[in-house]
């Protein structure tokens, strides 16, 4: 069952490579399948349900060959799995991952709209002047991980000092990703139970923006959050927007939607020429994005609005729930 399963998923790899170099297949092109080394440090094996896998009622998980193995459950199933992936990370932690069929879970309808900035100083900003800045834990993480792999490089090569700075550095690797998920997964809920609609820059227009340094320091964590906020959107029945097109989000004033000109990324608050309204960098922006985000959704339902109006309209910037 292990080697149909192989052979199906490669089957599907040159499918999809074929049918994207032939261009029947949408989006990003697919590289060709590449094979697996035995030494990898992440492994990986799937059982479907004909083949024997079964949840017992102990709570323990039958495996075909391999026999009855503990599980330390982190929720309960609400349906029989249609298979389970095995994992076994580069830690040396194994983990089971379930393919499950379930419903949309609507919440309950709210009137509340946000539209975030996701920047360099805070990790997001909300246009209501909400900004979350990364966990300090997160960080301490990070430093750690950095030690980790600092010492890694001075092991002599083939020793077995180096085989367990190995195995630190893939420790440390973990609590840092494990860290970030965990704080992405509770800050995308609670956006997403708090607003009806949400709008996040599209973040290839916003890396074109930005310098490559911003853009490597950031990349990975915002597109793991923007993926969570669109499923977890898609689940609960709310919006979920991109304001795709290149818009200079900073640039504007989302008070009276007068162009005030670039400003480098040292410039943190600044003055509009016409208005006189003094803006926080960030929070003028995630203002702006949620304006898009409401345009678009105008646009989508046959509203009257020309793509050339100006980014958010005074009347528009007054009308949310009380933000100023
Ligand atoms: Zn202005």
């Known amino acids: 069952m292990v080697l149909q399963q192989a052979l199906a998923d490669l089957n599907e790899a040159y499918r999809n490579f074929f049918n994207s170099l032939t261009g029947k297949r949408k989006g990003p092109k697919v590289a060709p399948p590449r094979f697996r080394s035995r030494k990898d440090s992440r492994q990986s094996v799937r059982f479907t349900a004909n083949a024997r896998l079964k949840v017992l009622g102990d709570g323990r998980l039958r495996l075909p060959k391999i026999g009855d193995v503990p599980v330390r459950w982190s929720r309960a199933l609400p ?37 975030i900035d996701l920047g360099l100083g805070h990790f997001a900003v909300m246009d209501d002047g909400t900004k979350v800045a990364a966990p300090k834990f997160l960080r301490r993480a990070e430093k750690k991980l950095k030690r980790a792999q600092r010492d890694l490089s001075r092991k002599q090569k083939g020793s077995a000092n180096r085989d367990r700075a190995r195995v630190k550095v893939a420790r440390a690797h973990a609590r840092v990703t494990g860290a970030r998920r965990d704080f992405h997964h509770k800050l995308s809920t609670r956006i997403i139970r708090e607003n009806q609609a949400v709008t996040v820059e599209d973040l290839a227009v916003k890396a074109l923006a930005r310098t490559k340094l911003a853009k490597s320091v950031h990349d990975a964590g915002w597109s793991a959050f923007v993926s969570m906020l669109e499923y977890k959107a898609k ?50 922006a995630a203002k702006n994005i949620a304006a898009l985000g409401r345009r678009e ?22 009308s949310r729930r009380g933000a100023a």
């Open 297 to 318: 959704a105008l646009n989508v339902r046959g509203g009257q609005v020309r793509p050339a109006e100006t980014l958010a309209q005074a009347d528009e910037a007054g």
């Open 235 to 284: 689940l609960y029945g709310r919006e979920f927007r991109k304001a795709g097109r290149f818009e200079p989000t900073s640039q504007v004033c989302s008070a009276c939607g007068v162009k005030d000109g670039p400003k480098p990324l040292s410039v943190r608050e600044w003055t509009c020429h016409e208005c006189r309204t003094v803006h926080d960098r960030d929070v003028n």
């Open 79 to 115: 349906s029989a799995p249609s298979s389970v992936t095995v994992i076994r990370d580069a830690a040396g932690r194994f983990f089971a991952s379930f393919v499950i069929e379930t419903e949309p879970r609507p919440l309950p309808e709210t009137d509340a709209e946000c539209g």
